[in-house]
């Protein structure tokens, strides 16, 4: 496999039906030589990378951030700078300033080092992905839900 870190690999295949409309708006890079523009095998040369592969295409950086979007239940706007309903034209993906980005970084690493210890618990080839946790929600449950009818209730044990 690629180093597509494992939790973005998979987020993105989730979503990788979808992603074709964000590469074609995605902003263009700044101009490399060999790559054509418009090319969405093309390395995205992100600006301000952190975390994410060094060689990741501009066609899994736009699976990656919608599988973050879609995972959340956010848009763009909610970890970047940009108008919430605006263009992608309008918005500042490389900067820092919203702090969403940066504990997003943080979540990759997290997910990263939980994907790591996973696979010696329980099967080979176990993983978490954003949505396993936020199921479209900016703050995971932290309690379940009640049962929808007191007839699927856990019995208490008899006494
Ligand atoms: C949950 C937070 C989150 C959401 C939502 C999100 N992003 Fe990102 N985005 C990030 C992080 C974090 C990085 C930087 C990763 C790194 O440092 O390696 C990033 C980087 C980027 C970059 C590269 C910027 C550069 O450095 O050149 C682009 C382009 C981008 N995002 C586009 C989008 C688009 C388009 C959307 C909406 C579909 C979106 N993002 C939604 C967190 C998010
Ligand atoms: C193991 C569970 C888990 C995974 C996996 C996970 N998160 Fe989170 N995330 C949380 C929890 C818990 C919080 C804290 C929510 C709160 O403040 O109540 C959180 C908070 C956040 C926040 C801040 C939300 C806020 O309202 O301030 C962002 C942004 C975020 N996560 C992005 C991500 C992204 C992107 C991924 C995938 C790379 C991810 N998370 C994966 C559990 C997880």
Redesign the pocket.
């Known amino acids: 496999m690629r180093q597509l870190p494992s ?2 690999f998979a ?1 993105a295949a989730a979503v990788a039906g979808v992603s074709v409309a964000w590469a074609q708006t995605a902003p263009p890079a700044p101009a490399p030589a060999a790559a054509p523009r418009g090319d969405p095998d093309a390395p995205a040369n992100m600006k301000n990378r952190k975390v994410l592969p060094a060689n990741i295409t501009h066609r899994e950086l736009g699976q990656t951030m919608r ?2 979007a879609l ?2 239940g ?1 848009r763009c706007a ?2 970047h700078v940009g108008p919430p309903d605006g263009p992608l034209s309008a918005f500042d993906f490389a900067s820092d300033a919203n ?3 940066n ?2 970084r ?3 690493r ?2 990263d080092r ?1 994907n790591a210890e996973l696979p010696k618990i329980a099967d080979k080839d176990s993983r ?7 199921r479209g929600a ?3 449950a ?1 309690v379940p839900p009640e049962p929808p009818h007191p007839a699927d209730a856990p019995k208490a044990p008899a006494s």
């Open positions: 939790i973005l987020a599988a973050f995972s959340l956010v909610y970890c702090p969403h980005k504990i997003a943080g979540m990759i997290m997910a939980i978490v992905s954003c949505y396993s946790c936020h900016t703050k995971p932290l």
